[in-house]
Protein backbone atom coordinates (compact mmCIF):
# COMPACT_ATOMS: atom_id res chain seq x y z
CA UNK A 1 0.00 0.00 0.00
CA UNK A 2 2.70 2.53 0.93
CA UNK A 3 4.13 1.83 -2.73
CA UNK A 4 1.27 2.57 -4.38
CA UNK A 5 0.68 5.83 -2.07
CA UNK A 6 4.13 7.12 -3.04
CA UNK A 7 3.44 6.57 -6.20
CA UNK A 8 0.29 7.99 -6.57
CA UNK A 9 2.58 11.36 -4.94
CA UNK A 10 5.35 11.36 -6.92
CA UNK A 11 3.13 10.88 -10.68
CA UNK A 12 1.34 14.00 -9.13
CA UNK A 13 4.54 16.22 -8.75
CA UNK A 14 5.37 14.77 -11.64
CA UNK A 15 2.47 16.29 -13.71
CA UNK A 16 2.71 19.59 -11.41
CA UNK A 17 6.57 19.45 -12.79
CA UNK A 18 5.29 19.02 -16.34
CA UNK A 19 3.11 21.98 -15.81
CA UNK A 20 6.06 24.21 -14.51
CA UNK A 21 7.77 23.40 -17.93
CA UNK A 22 4.70 24.01 -20.01
CA UNK A 23 4.31 27.75 -18.05
CA UNK A 24 8.18 28.48 -18.64
CA UNK A 25 7.68 27.30 -22.64
CA UNK A 26 4.22 29.41 -23.09
CA UNK A 27 4.74 32.48 -20.84
CA UNK A 28 8.46 32.64 -22.76
CA UNK A 29 6.49 32.24 -25.75
CA UNK A 30 4.33 35.00 -25.45
CA UNK A 31 7.20 36.99 -24.55
CA UNK A 32 8.85 36.48 -27.80
CA UNK A 33 5.74 36.73 -30.01
CA UNK A 34 4.68 40.28 -28.24
CA UNK A 35 8.36 41.32 -28.33
CA UNK A 36 8.68 41.21 -32.01
CA UNK A 37 4.87 41.85 -32.50
CA UNK A 38 3.73 38.97 -33.75
CA UNK A 39 -0.02 38.28 -31.56
CA UNK A 40 -0.20 36.17 -29.03
CA UNK A 41 -1.20 32.58 -28.21
CA UNK A 42 -4.91 32.75 -27.65
CA UNK A 43 -5.75 30.87 -24.45
CA UNK A 44 -2.20 31.42 -22.77
CA UNK A 45 -3.33 33.60 -19.98
CA UNK A 46 -5.87 31.64 -19.35
CA UNK A 47 -3.65 28.49 -19.43
CA UNK A 48 -1.15 29.31 -17.55
CA UNK A 49 -3.66 30.59 -14.81
CA UNK A 50 -4.90 27.22 -14.31
CA UNK A 51 -1.55 25.48 -14.70
CA UNK A 52 -0.67 27.19 -11.52
CA UNK A 53 -3.77 26.93 -9.40
CA UNK A 54 -3.22 22.81 -10.46
CA UNK A 55 0.30 23.29 -10.06
CA UNK A 56 0.04 23.97 -6.37
CA UNK A 57 -2.74 21.63 -5.91
CA UNK A 58 -1.16 18.61 -7.19
CA UNK A 59 2.31 19.39 -5.67
CA UNK A 60 1.03 20.25 -2.35
CA UNK A 61 0.74 16.14 -1.01
CA UNK A 62 3.86 15.40 -1.98
CA UNK A 63 5.42 18.66 -0.36
CA UNK A 64 3.71 17.46 2.81
CA UNK A 65 4.96 13.91 2.47
CA UNK A 66 8.61 14.94 2.02
CA UNK A 67 8.41 17.75 5.30
CA UNK A 68 9.03 20.38 1.79
CA UNK A 69 6.44 23.14 3.09
CA UNK A 70 7.26 26.38 5.08
CA UNK A 71 7.51 26.15 8.54
CA UNK A 72 8.63 28.37 10.93
CA UNK A 73 11.46 26.40 12.79
CA UNK A 74 12.57 29.55 15.19
CA UNK A 75 9.91 28.35 17.70
CA UNK A 76 10.06 24.83 17.51
CA UNK A 77 13.79 25.06 17.83
CA UNK A 78 13.38 26.49 21.12
CA UNK A 79 11.45 23.54 22.31
CA UNK A 80 12.21 20.77 24.26
CA UNK A 81 12.25 17.42 22.01
CA UNK A 82 9.21 16.31 24.09
CA UNK A 83 7.42 19.79 23.33
CA UNK A 84 8.52 19.68 19.38
CA UNK A 85 6.89 16.68 19.08
CA UNK A 86 3.72 17.75 21.00
CA UNK A 87 3.23 20.97 19.06
CA UNK A 88 3.93 19.36 15.26
CA UNK A 89 1.30 16.37 16.20
CA UNK A 90 -1.08 19.90 16.89
CA UNK A 91 -0.42 20.92 13.82
CA UNK A 92 -0.65 17.81 12.16
CA UNK A 93 -4.16 17.85 13.94
CA UNK A 94 -4.89 21.19 12.99
CA UNK A 95 -3.98 20.50 8.94
CA UNK A 96 -5.83 16.97 9.56
CA UNK A 97 -9.60 18.75 10.19
CA UNK A 98 -8.77 22.09 7.78
CA UNK A 99 -8.09 19.21 5.33
CA UNK A 100 -10.98 16.96 6.32
CA UNK A 101 -13.41 19.96 6.36
CA UNK A 102 -11.80 21.79 3.04
CA UNK A 103 -12.14 18.35 1.41
CA UNK A 104 -15.82 17.69 1.75
CA UNK A 105 -16.79 21.38 0.55
CA UNK A 106 -14.50 20.73 -2.63
CA UNK A 107 -16.28 17.65 -3.17
CA UNK A 108 -19.59 18.98 -3.04
CA UNK A 109 -18.76 22.17 -5.38
CA UNK A 110 -16.72 19.45 -7.90
CA UNK A 111 -19.78 17.21 -7.75
CA UNK A 112 -22.32 20.25 -8.54
CA UNK A 113 -20.30 21.85 -11.35
CA UNK A 114 -19.71 17.89 -12.82
CA UNK A 115 -23.66 17.63 -12.63
CA UNK A 116 -24.78 20.58 -13.50
CA UNK A 117 -22.28 20.78 -16.60
CA UNK A 118 -21.35 24.19 -16.19
CA UNK A 119 -18.24 26.24 -18.36
CA UNK A 120 -15.82 29.09 -17.80
CA UNK A 121 -16.07 31.39 -20.39
CA UNK A 122 -12.72 33.31 -21.70
CA UNK A 123 -10.39 32.72 -24.65
CA UNK A 124 -11.38 29.20 -24.78
CA UNK A 125 -13.93 27.69 -23.18
CA UNK A 126 -13.54 24.84 -20.74
CA UNK A 127 -15.50 22.69 -18.77
CA UNK A 128 -15.76 23.95 -14.86
CA UNK A 129 -15.24 20.23 -13.47
CA UNK A 130 -11.87 20.15 -15.55
CA UNK A 131 -10.06 22.77 -13.50
CA UNK A 132 -11.66 21.16 -9.87
CA UNK A 133 -10.97 17.78 -10.10
CA UNK A 134 -7.28 18.32 -8.81
CA UNK A 135 -8.78 20.34 -5.20
CA UNK A 136 -10.65 17.34 -3.79
CA UNK A 137 -7.85 14.70 -4.72
CA UNK A 138 -5.30 16.90 -3.36
CA UNK A 139 -7.44 17.29 -0.30
CA UNK A 140 -7.91 13.41 -0.06
CA UNK A 141 -4.41 12.64 -0.15
CA UNK A 142 -3.50 15.59 2.04
CA UNK A 143 -5.95 13.95 4.87
CA UNK A 144 -4.32 10.72 4.17
CA UNK A 145 -0.63 12.34 4.81
CA UNK A 146 -1.93 13.94 7.80
CA UNK A 147 -3.24 10.64 9.13
CA UNK A 148 -0.02 9.04 8.27
CA UNK A 149 2.17 11.85 9.95
CA UNK A 150 -0.07 11.47 13.46
CA UNK A 151 0.08 7.81 13.13
CA UNK A 152 3.62 7.49 12.80
CA UNK A 153 4.26 10.78 16.08
CA UNK A 154 1.97 8.88 17.95
CA UNK A 155 3.19 5.25 17.01
CA UNK A 156 7.24 5.74 16.64
CA UNK A 157 8.08 9.22 18.80
CA UNK A 158 12.08 8.54 17.65
CA UNK A 159 10.88 8.53 14.17
CA UNK A 160 9.15 11.93 14.40
CA UNK A 161 12.69 13.90 14.16
CA UNK A 162 12.83 12.35 10.59
CA UNK A 163 9.77 12.87 9.86
CA UNK A 164 9.71 16.91 10.28
CA UNK A 165 13.64 17.08 8.69
CA UNK A 166 13.17 20.14 11.41
CA UNK A 167 16.93 20.20 11.34
CA UNK A 168 17.06 20.34 7.71
CA UNK A 169 14.50 23.53 7.13
CA UNK A 170 16.40 25.50 9.99
Request: no cysteine; glycine share 8%; hydrophobic share 60%.
Amino acid sequence: MGRIYRGILLSLAIVAGLLLVFLVVVIGAEALLRLFDLGSIRGSVQFSEYAIFSLAMLAAPWLLYHDGHLRVTIMLDALSERARAKVLILTDIIGLAASAVALRYAFGVFLQSYQGGRFLFDDVVVREWLLQWQVPLALALLVIEFIRRIWLALGLPARRVDLTGVQDNA
